[in-house]
Nanobody, 132 residues
Framework: QVQLVESGGDSVQPGGSLRLSCAASTFIADFYAFGWFRQAPGKEREGISCISSADGSTHYADSVKGRFIISRDSAKNTVYLQMNNLNPEDAGEYYC?????????????????????????WGQGTQVIVSS
């Protein structure tokens, strides 16, 4: 059974940084792609970033471009989200998701990697608070 475990959430001041981790229970090469999503209280879950397992290509939401960096470490079966220059609008629950190698995202392409319905496996989330 596939498990994704997020960690690294914390409370930081505006302008601060955090690095989130998503540890997979199997090889990350077994998936087509990984995505990070966030959900603020009372709002819908939104795609933040995604990364291809094969070639490391990435996509970012406009709201985080230039501030967040997604990466993967195949040796550790872990995907990261480095978040810099955080602001209160970045607060929320952050979720890691993985897309199956022959699932809908693989068929449609990484360009749809910020769409939550394209993913097959989800973690439980980690909370990020941004407040002074």
């Amino acid at each position: 059974q596939v498990q994704l475990v997020e960690s690294g959430g914390d409370s930081v001041q505006p302008g601060g940084s955090l690095r989130l981790s998503c540890a997979a229970s199997t090889f990350i090469a077994d998936f087509y792609a990984f995505g990070w999503f966030r959900q603020a209280p009372g709002k819908e879950r939104e795609g933040i970033s995604c990364i291809s397992s094969a070639d490391g290509s990435t996509h970012y939401a406009d709201s985080v471009k230039g501030r967040f960096i997604i990466s993967r470490d195949s040796a550790k079966n872990t995907v990261y989200l480095q978040m810099n220059n955080l602001n209160p609008e970045d607060a929320g629950e952050y979720y890691c998701a993985a897309a199956a190698p022959h699932g809908t995202l693989a068929l449609r392409g990484l360009e749809r990697g910020l769409e939550l319905y394209e993913y097959d496996y989800w973690g439980q989330g980690t909370q990020v608070i941004v407040s002074s």
